[in-house]
């Protein structure tokens, strides 16, 4: 029987030393993302047979598993969870799967799984060199905003890393866009903030990057990222004051620029199934979008 307990900050080393193994450039299997938002999606995991097991609750409130991570016999694993899940009433599923993770599945278990595409949790995935030179016509808007922006601002980009003063300034500039950005009728925004708050308060233990713009020594924009893969870096937060014409864009570009240029991939995870997101994730092209499937029973 598997025994699963909620994600502490002190199993950071001990999640990490399974995920390192893999490649799959998935921003789910991240210890910063499991511990950050663990709270709203009461994530758990386990330990068994040199397995890891994750279990969380979907927005339906649902039980649902991701693909056990380790060395070995899949099927074995996923005999595990099923197991597991035998003690709710809910169907079981395995979410975020990928196409690489489907071969895989299949190869162990054929025929057993149907998969249905999740658009809302898949992950776009761009080429650093595309973002920090927004070459083409396709991002000549892009590139507009960003010579907008230096024209009307005198801006300086500063690094977090390394810089617990700034990532201590960047707390008071996330309080302030909170109170202009806070909406009851969201609840997912009080999340985001808890999330980014954890980021922020364990910056360094975490091993974060970031930066942050300033305008007239004001702090306009921050962004928070770790190295996902070898060649991968996930981008977790990005806030910025839109009062401040193309905030947002610079910020993206320099984060890239001066915290990622050497990998190949910027992972700037999923759109939730929010259209202004999705329509914003769409506008810079993506070079991959990392699908990810429900995987259930078939009938």
């Excluded at 914003?280 to 092209?285: E, G, N, T």
């Amino acid at each position: 029987m598997l025994e699963f307990r909620s994600f502490e900050l002190e199993d950071k080393d001990l999640i990490n030393s399974y995920l390192k193994n893999q490649n799959y450039r998935v921003s789910d299997l991240c210890f910063v993302n499991l511990y950050a938002w663990g709270k709203k999606f009461n994530t758990q995991f386990a330990v068994c047979d040199d397995w890891l097991f994750i279990r969380f609750k979907d927005n339906y409130g649902r039980n649902s598993y991701l693909k056990p991570i380790g060395e070995g016999d899949i099927k074995k694993g996923i005999e595990l969870i099923i197991e597991d899940h035998k003690q709710f009433d809910t169907v079981f599923q395995i979410r975020g799967v990928t196409k690489e993770m489907i071969a895989e599945i299949e190869e162990a278990m054929p025929g057993v799984f149907e998969y249905k595409l999740n658009m809302s949790v898949s992950d776009y995935i761009y080429t650093s060199e595309k973002l920090i030179n927004l070459k083409g016509k396709k991002l000549q808007s892009k590139r507009n905003h960003i010579n907008r922006f230096k024209r009307e601002n005198s801006w300086k980009y500063k690094t977090l890393t390394g810089n617990p003063q700034l990532v201590k300034e960047c707390k008071s500039m996330l309080d302030k866009w909170m109170e202009i950005n806070s909406d009851e009728k969201d609840p997912s925004l009080a999340y985001d903030d808890f999330a980014t708050k954890i980021m922020l308060e364990n910056f360094e233990y975490l091993g974060l990057k970031g930066g942050l713009i300033c305008v007239d020594n004001e702090i306009a924009a921050f962004s928070i990222g770790e190295v996902l893969t070898e060649d991968t870096v996930v981008v977790h937060v990005e806030k910025a004051f839109t009062s401040i014409h193309g905030a947002y864009t610079i910020m993206n570009q320099q984060f890239v620029l001066n915290e990622a240029a050497e990998y190949k991939y910027i992972n700037r995870e999923e759109d939730m199934g929010v259209e202004n997101l999705r329509k914003a994730k769409l506008s810079y092209q993506p070079d991959i979008l990392l699908e990810k499937y429900n995987a259930r029973f078939k009938e």
